[in-house]
């Protein structure tokens, strides 16, 4: 009944179980035990109790034990012992969550395990959900939660969307105009939109994530989508002039200047501080849907093109990108970006690149050498309907129901073996321009989620659907268990 189904897994004889005051022996991994030691304490009511000595519930954590995959673990539960494995601890964890899904919710129910036999480790290293906290606001507390959902999931990127048109949540200290202009916009009906972050969130959302083995990619956008950034520095855009947050959806035709070293040197800056707060190798630069309206107006543009020999605009943006990865590059991290940005000019070697229009961006990043994360919108896109329209809240306008998602393969037909190694994962995506609350975001993420985790992790050739359901029951109650509002599965199918 495990959610995402491991790659390994044989019954055995008994049960297991824990009482009182067991002890739980954890050498070089006790802030694991640090998170189980909660979770069992919260369910039934008692503590697991931490030994320096041999216990009857032993974590062992074995950087030797080559034979374990470096994110995977080996679980063997037995009616006297519980003994997992692991040869890191990004392994050990994963098996954690395993244990936390095989006892029951609560002490309405025995606190016992099946015995069992689990070998198990994901079939990608990037298992991704992406929150956009631009067009509607969440704040840290939310986050910690999202975070909490990728843990249980086995999931192990949050890919935070922390600037957009209408919003700039992240504090930056060279440019605080950022948040004091960009965070807020005036709606339609008169009311206010604001929200941003305090660099003790931010910490505080790092460190959550950390032990729990996820790592935080923050996405900065630009040259598009920058219209919060421009309505606090007007000169950032090619036409100068002072224009609003935006309130509305879509794109926008005022992107960040290409020709102006200004703002080159702005983003550059911005990066530096975004490079200093975030401990992971991945910076998010954004790059999608960059209009070029203003920068065929715009003399500074032009002379830039003139100056560089650039031919087209679309390469004006690839000559932008290429200089912020270069930047990005000397600061010892790794850019990603949208699709868009393999248009036009040459990105460092180790870019990696998120195809969301489709697979064919991806397809194409990686005959060239870069790693793909794809995120297709047709079947990673958690802001369109589960279901049919009339009967769902409200979304973008396009149907992704559950089984489309666990349909979803990461490496499309035709990518060869060694092109294939450069498919990192995949992710889901949760736009949020219309999902204004947390308990829609909830509704909207369950039980898609739960399709993606086991996309994500489990071996391809085990996947089926319908045993995918019945286990889904399982994890619907999980869910409810902890509060989580999901969208409720369908009776199941005479
Ligand atoms: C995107 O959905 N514009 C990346
Ligand atoms: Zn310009």
């Not at 270069?326 to 690149?353: C, F, N, Q």
Request: glycine fraction near 8%.
């Amino acid at each position: 009944m495990l959610i995402p189904k491991p790659a390994r897994i044989a019954a055995r004889e008994g049960r297991f179980s824990l009482a009182p005051g067991m002890r739980i022996h954890a050498p070089g991994a006790s802030s694991i035990v640090d998170l189980i030691r909660p979770a069992i304490r919260s369910r039934f009511g008692f503590d697991l109790r931490p030994a320096e000595e041999e216990a009857s519930i032993r974590l062992e954590l074995d950087p030797d034990a080559r034979e374990i995959d470096p994110d995977g673990y080996v679980l063997s539960i037995e009616p006297r012992s519980l003994r997992l494995r692991a040869s890191t601890r990004p392994g050990l964890f994963h098996g954690a969550q395993t244990i936390l899904q095989l006892l029951p919710d609560s002490a309405r129910e025995a606190p016992d395990l099946a015995c069992c036999e689990i070998a198990d480790h994901p079939r990608f290293r990037w298992r991704g959900l992406h929150l956009d906290v631009s067009r509607h606001f969440f704040d840290a507390e939310r986050i910690l939660e999202a975070i909490d959902w990728c843990a249980m999931h086995k999931l192990n990127v949050l890919h935070w969307h922390l600037t957009d048109d209408q919003g700039w949540r992240l504090p930056i200290e060279s440019f605080p105009r950022l948040v004091e202009v960009g965070s807020r916009r005036l709606e339609p009906d008169g009311s206010v939109h604001r929200g941003a972050y305090a660099l003790d969130d931010i910490r505080r959302v790092i460190a959550h994530a950390a032990r729990r083995f996820v790592e935080i990619v923050p996405e900065i956008e630009m040259p598009g989508h920058a219209r919060a950034a421009i309505a606090a520095y007007p000169e950032l855009s090619c036409e100068g002039e002072p224009l609003p947050v935006p309130s509305e959806w879509g794109i926008f035709d005022d992107v960040l200047c290409a020709g102006s070293d200004s703002a080159l040197d702005f983003a550059r800056r911005v990066l530096d501080e975004v490079s200093g707060i975030f401990p992971g190798r991945f910076v998010h630069i954004g790059g999608d849907e960059c209009p070029k309206a203003r920068w065929a107006e715009c003399p500074r543009c032009r002379a830039r093109m003139a100056a560089e020999g650039i031919g087209d605009l679309g390469n004006l943006q690839g000559w932008f990108t290429s200089r912020v990865g270069k930047h990005l590059e000397s600061l010892g991290k790794r850019m990603i970006g949208w699709d868009e940005i393999l248009s036009g000019g040459s990105l460092p070697p180790d870019a990696a690149v998120m195809s969301w229009r489709g697979f064919r961006g991806g397809i194409d990043a990686v005959h060239r050498g870069h790693d793909v994360v794809m995120s297709p919108t047709d079947h990673c896109y958690f802001d369109y309907y589960q279901g049919p329209p009339e009967s769902e809240p409200p979304a973008f306008p396009r149907e992704l129901p559950l089984e489309k998602v666990y349909a979803f393969d990461p490496v499309p037909p035709g990518i060869d073996h060694a092109s294939r190694t450069r498919i990192l994962g995949g992710q889901a995506n949760v736009w949020t321009e219309r999902i204004p609350t947390w308990a829609h975001l909830q509704y909207m993420v369950f039980p898609r989620l739960c399709a993606m985790a086991e996309v994500l992790w489990s071996p391809a050739e085990t996947r089926d659907f319908d045993d995918f359901v019945r286990r889904l029951r399982r994890q619907e109650q999980r869910l409810d268990a902890l509060g989580i509002r999901h969208r409720p599965l369908e009776p199941p199918r005479a």
